[in-house]
Structure formats: C-alpha cells, structure tokens
C-alpha cells in the first residue's frame, strides 16, 4: 500500500488546514494521522475505522481535529482547526491492520506516507 499525503502549509494561529491522504488501494483496517514535533517522537493525532467509521483523538486533537474517510475514494483527511504553534509538525498518515481502538500508536502501523509539513505562526 502506497499512502500520499498533502495538504500541509503555512497558516497563523487560530487557522485551519485540510490534510489529505491518498493510498493506492482501500484495503485497510484503521488509518491515522500522525505528527512529529522539532525535537519529538512521532505522536498519533487520530484514527478511524474503515468498517464503521469510529474514531479516536489523542487530548491534542480532541474539539480542534476532525479525521474521516472517503473509501470509494481511498482517501483519509485530517480538518485541523484552531490551530497553535504548538501544532508545528510533520503530519504523517499511516494505515494498519488493526481497527481503531484507542489513540494510534505507531508501533501497529505498517504503511506510512511521506508527510506533508505543517507550520503555524503565532
């Protein structure tokens, strides 16, 4: 599976972006976003299940991310809103063949896009 991430720019604080990710094929389990930080571990944001669409956020995401599917498409997205400095990252998506139960974790995803960078201005 090949996942191609987009989306990401430069925005000030209190913005929004669109992240958007295209796999080759729609065969998956759960699929995520992902960020890393200056300086940091890659961290899960999100995740959605590809059967009933539930998802879970990380407590940085949660009221200011909204992650959803397209699966005729095979295309995962990431609204960011309200976004902060702190949001500055590499944003990664990510697919797995485990549903999702909790916030992702990156040790239980096996493809990975390419990420695409997001920077915020205070």
């Known amino acids: 599976v090949q996942l191609q991430a987009s989306g990401g720019g430069l925005v000030q604080t209190g913005g929004s972006l669109r992240l958007s990710c295209v796999a080759s094929?729609?065969?998956?389990?759960?699929a995520g976003w992902f960020r890393q930080r200056p300086g940091k571990e890659r961290e899960g944001v999100a995740c959605i299940s590809s059967h009933d669409g539930s998802t879970h956020y990380a407590d940085i995401a949660k009221g200011r991310f909204t992650i959803s599917r397209d699966n005729a498409r095979a295309t995962l997205y990431l609204q960011m809103d309200s976004l902060e400095p702190e949001d500055t990252a590499v944003y990664y998506c990510?697919?797995?063949?485990?549903?999702?139960?909790?916030?992702?974790?990156?040790?239980?995803?096996?493809?990975w896009g390419q990420g695409t960078e997001v920077t915020v201005s205070s």
């Open positions: 990510a697919s797995s063949e485990y549903y999702c139960r909790g916030v992702p974790k990156v040790s239980l995803y096996e493809y």
């Open positions: 094929e729609s065969t998956y389990y759960g």
